[in-house]
């Protein structure tokens, strides 16, 4: 079963709003690419990176066009298998990933600071959501 273009993108996005490159990695895994090894690599970079103290926000200019680029690719490879337009895919990808770096930056600062949960602690939490976001995606 496979979840329709518009979900699957929609989930990716997600994903890559809250770490950039792990919806690339695990949509390449299931390709088979030669970019799979690239994209796993820059995706655990991002696992350790992610929580160190100097990391800018994920909702900084920068981080962001990533995100979207990130977005627009994992939309476009989901559309192909469903052989619709690629535009639709990189499109829904891409608003959902502007809505959970935003979201998820929010989030993640609410539960850190009123729930009193060390960061680090909240961001393993937010790997294993964004992780998960991927592999439903790919479905």
């Known amino acids: ?5 518009q979900t699957s993108s929609f989930l990716a996005g997600l994903s890559t709003g809250l770490r950039t490159f792990t919806a690339t990695s695990v949509t ?4 088979r690419s030669a970019w799979t090894g690239l994209a796993g690599t820059l995706a655990a970079g991002e696992l ?4 160190l ?3 800018p926000a994920r909702t900084e200019p920068v981080g962001l066009l990533a995100r979207a680029g990130a977005a627009a690719y994992c939309g476009t490879l989901l559309a192909k298998r469903d052989v619709r337009s690629p535009m639709l895919g990189a499109c829904v990808a891409v608003a959902g990933a502007i809505a959970a770096a935003f979201a998820g930056y929010h989030l993640r600062a609410f539960i850190a600071k009123r729930l009193g949960i060390p ?3 909240v961001a393993l939490a937010e790997d294993g959501i964004a ?3 991927a592999r439903l995606a790919n479905t």
């Open 28 to 31: 390449l895994a299931s390709e």
């Open 1 to 5: 079963m496979s979840l329709p273009l």
């Open 48 to 51: 350790v990176g992610d929580k």
């Open 119 to 121: 960061d680090p602690v």
């Open 131 to 133: 992780y998960g976001l």
């Open 53 to 55: 103290p100097m990391t």
